[in-house]
Each structure stands twice: as C-alpha cells, then as structure tokens.
C-alpha cells in the first residue's frame, strides 16, 4: 500500500510560479513511476507529467511544454512539480498518482487526494 500526499497548491497571479511536491508512505517509493494529473471544474482528468523509478526519464502534456518540470528525490520519498508561468488555464486540482510499470497512464496504481491550484488573471 502506498499513500501519497500532495502539498504546495494555493493562489497565484498569472504569470506566477508554484511548487508541488507529493510525498509517498512506505520504503518502495523507488520502485513507482510517479505522475501527476490535474482536473478542471467541469473536465475530465488529464496527464500532465510523468517521472521514471530512477528520475532519468521524463514526460509531458503538449499543454505544459517548457512551463513546468517534474522531478524525484527518492531519499525522501517525495515528486515535485515547478510550475512556471502560470495562467487561468492551469487552473485546477491536482493529483499525484504512482504506477509500478506504466509511466503517465490513466489508471495508476494509487491517487493522493488533490491539492487545488488556482491562478487568477
């Protein structure tokens, strides 16, 4: 069983910065591809980056290209997401998700709860 935890949401102007990070229960932390996701008021659930086990390997949505960057400290269990430049778009909740052999798919393993973004014009 993995929990996942997210934190670092909040309110910010656009063009604005924000940093997620997602902290994992348990000492398999590294052995999980982690991802985030995010849902807007009235969409579906969508991808927005993906991290490999080691951290070598990265991915994105083609809607977050160059803005935002995932990363991975397994000494502390924890994935973070720096979002760069901001704007009401990327408002949202946003989910962090670990997958033991997919990287980015749908239907992870586990979901954390959300923490809620919101970028104001």
């Not at 390997?57 to 397994?74: E, L």
Request: charged letters at 15%; glycine letters at 12%; a positive charge.
């Amino acid at each position: 069983q993995v929990h996942l935890v997210e934190s670092g949401g909040g309110l910010v102007q656009a063009g604005g910065s924000l940093r997620l990070s997602c902290t994992a229960s348990g000492r398999t932390f590294s052995s999980y591809n982690m991802g985030w996701f995010r849902q807007a008021p009235g969409k579906v659930r969508e991808f927005v980056a993906a991290v490999s086990r080691s951290g070598d390997s990265t991915y994105y949505a083609d809607s977050v290209p160059g803005r935002f960057t995932i990363s991975r400290d397994n000494a502390k269990n924890t994935v973070y997401l720096q979002m760069n430049s901001l704007n009401p778009e990327d408002t949202a909740v946003y989910y962090c998700a670990a997958d033991r052999y997919r990287i980015g798919g749908p239907t992870p393993d586990y979901w954390g709860r959300g923490t809620q973004v919101t970028v104001s014009s």
